[in-house]
Structure formats: C-alpha cells, structure tokens
C-alpha cells in the first residue's frame, strides 16, 4: 500500500504575513483555519503519487489548485540559483470544476485529460462575471497558499500552485489584443454556454543557459476565448524549462488573430525524440504556435523539430 498523507485542512490566521494554526477538530484532524485572506483546504498531499490538491475558499466562492510531481528537469532547462528541479504540472478548477488555467510544466501533460479538448467540454453556463471573480479570487491566493505547510517532498507544488494562482490574472487578461475593460464590460452578461468560441496563443520568452545568455527560452500560452473580448481558460506549456512566471521570463507577443475552432481546441503537439538530441524548447514553442495558428498537425520528428541553428532564438509570433 503507497503512503498517503491526508489533511483536513491546514492555515495559519493573522493579519499581515503571520498565520495561526488551526484549530483542532473533533476527530483529531486539522480543522479548517481562515485566514483574513481567506482559507486553504489541503485534499489531498500523497507523497508515493506525487500529488498535492489545495482548496482555497473567500466570500463563498472557492478555487481548487491540483499539481502533480513530474521526472526531473534536464540541467541545461535550469539557471544557476534555481531551485525547482523538477518538471510539474498545475491547474487551477473552479468552483463548478471548470479549468480555469493549466501549466504542463515538461513534455506535454502528465494528465492526459487536462489537455484543453478533454477539459473545456464541461464548460456550460459559467457567466463572464463569475470568471471575473476568480481571476480577483485567485490573485488574493498565492500568498495564502505560501504559508500552507506540505511534506518536504511536495513543496516544489506547493510553490507551483502559488505561482499558478498569481499568474491566473495574466493568463485571463485579454488587454494584449487591444480589449479594454469597457470591451469586457460589452459582454458580461453573457455565458459561456458552449465553451470557446475562438483560440490564440502568446508566447514568453527569457535567456537560456544562463543570465545574459545570447540564446532564448520560450514557452508557450494557449488561450480559448469566448469572444473577442474574453477569455475563458488558458493552458500553458513551459517546454521542460522555466515556466511564464518564473524568473527571468517575460511576455513577448501574441498571434494576430484567431482561429475559429469553436469549443474544440486545436491539437497542441510536442516534438519527439531526447530532448537536447533532437530538439529543443522552441522547436516545441514553434510547433506548438503553428497547432494553434493553421489548425494544423505537423510531424514531431521533422520539420519545426529540426535543430537548427536558429532555434536557439524565439520564434516569434505570426
């Protein structure tokens, strides 16, 4: 039988940086605890599986963070000082159990079902307004989520879902197509009735190898919309490197445009082969912004897998 750590619930309470403990409950377990700032429920904390599952609820509403421990990340993905050595996946649900923002932080999903096809189909009646509220909900999370205890060897998702909740706002601003919060407010009113309508992507970039570093680290967003002016979920791929938030990254562009797919996302590709041997992370980025802009498959071994002397740089965006 693998080891399983379960927690009631777990938070400190204070104003400020410090929290309490929690109290007691009946039973011997932690009882949930609130914070000003709301609470955090931790679900499930399976060190065998790698697996860690936190609830955070304010004002009624409540978010779920779900992270999942990969193999470990190549050494030359890492810069000198970084401390995550391994590869991690993470989501954030909604209440009704709607995605809200998934990182794949490798090569591809862990979880097959996460992928945005499989996930946005149980999208049905989530009004704009109420994404809006857990896009405020999970900015107020991160911190929250930091002074959460977790065993030692689940502390890299603990730090992934905080990322994760403090990026939710960035992955759902749709202000780089030029949207403004009176665009927004055109269709706030409306639901999300059949999921998306329309996909994009966006890209960030940052040095590789090493501070300074000449060549490029690239991953990748994939946005589905639900019209031109919002965005109902987004799905990150950090191509085994470091993902959007972490340091040194930053956005770089977005594509012109969308593509019409309606609520069925264009299949996002990774390359095959050893990583480093075969390809690198913007041959993936490069095959990934091709899958959403031509709706289109490609082969994962040729192609935008060829390395390349230029594919030490971005892409870019088209």
Same mark, same amino acid.
């Given at each position: 039988?693998?080891?399983?750590? =379960?927690?009631?619930?777990?938070?400190?309470?204070?104003?400020?940086?410090?929290? &309490?403990?929690?109290?007691?409950?009946?039973?011997?377990?932690?009882?949930?605890?609130?914070?000003?700032?709301?609470?955090?429920?931790?679900?499930?904390?399976?060190?065998?599986?790698?697996?860690?599952?936190?609830?955070?609820?304010?004002?009624?509403?409540?978010?779920?963070?779900?992270?999942?421990?990969?193999?470990?990340?190549?050494?030359?993905?890492?810069?000198?000082?970084?401390?995550?050595?391994?590869?991690?996946?993470?989501?954030?649900?909604?209440?009704?159990?709607?995605?809200?923002?998934?990182?794949?932080?490798?090569?591809?999903?862990?979880? *097959?079902?996460? @992928?945005?096809?499989?996930?946005?189909?149980?999208?049905?009646?989530?009004? @704009?307004? =109420?994404?809006?509220?857990?896009?405020?909900?999970?900015?107020?999370?991160? %911190?929250?989520?930091?002074?959460?205890? @977790?065993?030692?060897?689940?502390?890299?998702?603990?730090?992934?879902?905080?990322?994760?909740? &403090?990026? @939710?706002?960035?992955?759902?601003?749709?202000?780089?197509?030029?949207?403004?919060?009176?665009?927004?407010?055109?269709?706030?009113?409306?639901?999300?009735? %059949?999921?998306?309508?329309?996909?994009?992507?966006?890209?960030? =970039?940052?040095? &590789?190898?090493?501070?300074?570093?000449?060549?490029?680290?690239?991953?990748?967003?994939?946005?589905?919309?639900?019209?031109?002016?919002?965005?109902?979920?987004?799905?990150?791929?950090?191509?085994?490197? =470091?993902?959007?938030?972490?340091?040194?990254?930053?956005?770089? !562009?977005?594509?012109?445009?969308?593509?019409?797919?309606?609520?069925?996302?264009?299949?996002?590709?990774? !390359?095959?082969?050893?990583?480093?041997?075969?390809?690198? !992370?913007?041959?993936?980025?490069?095959?990934?912004?091709?899958?959403?802009?031509?709706?289109?498959?490609?082969?994962?071994?040729?192609?935008?897998?060829?390395?390349?002397?230029?594919?030490?740089?971005? *892409?870019?965006?088209?």
């Amino acid at each position: 039988m693998r080891s399983m750590t =379960r927690i009631g619930a777990l938070s400190l309470l204070l104003s400020g940086a410090l929290l &309490a403990p929690g109290c007691e409950g009946q039973d011997g377990s932690a009882g949930p605890a609130v914070a000003a700032e709301g609470s955090v429920t931790v679900q499930v904390a399976d060190e065998a599986a790698g697996r860690l599952v936190m609830s955070y609820a304010l004002e009624g509403r409540t978010l779920t963070f779900e992270s999942i421990l990969g193999p470990k990340r190549p050494a030359d993905t890492m810069l000198p000082g970084e401390t995550r050595d391994r590869e991690v996946d993470v989501r954030v649900l909604d209440q009704e159990g709607n995605p809200v923002f998934t990182m794949f932080g490798g090569h591809g999903p862990i979880e *097959p079902s996460w @992928v945005p096809d499989q996930s946005l189909r149980v999208h049905h009646g989530v009004t @704009v307004e =109420r994404r809006q509220a857990d896009v405020r909900l999970a900015s107020q999370a991160q %911190s929250v989520l930091l002074a959460v205890t @977790v065993p030692t060897a689940l502390e890299q998702l603990r730090q992934a879902a905080a990322g994760a909740a &403090a990026f @939710v706002p960035t992955a759902l601003d749709p202000g780089d197509k030029g949207v403004t919060e009176a665009d927004e407010a055109k269709v706030a009113p409306r639901l999300y009735q %059949s999921g998306a309508s329309q996909w994009d992507y966006a890209i960030y =970039r940052g040095d &590789a190898f090493f501070d300074g570093s000449p060549a490029d680290h690239t991953a990748m967003l994939v946005r589905a919309w639900n019209s031109s002016y919002s965005i109902l979920a987004s799905w990150g791929y950090g191509n085994h490197g =470091r993902l959007p938030w972490e340091s040194g990254m930053s956005y770089q !562009c977005c594509m012109s445009g969308f593509t019409n797919t309606g609520a069925t996302s264009p299949t996002v590709q990774m !390359c095959g082969g050893a990583f480093l041997v075969t390809h690198v !992370c913007n041959n993936d980025t490069w095959l990934e912004r091709d899958n959403i802009k031509y709706n289109t498959t490609y082969s994962t071994y040729g192609g935008h897998c060829f390395l390349g002397p230029n594919l030490y740089w971005s *892409p870019g965006c088209n």
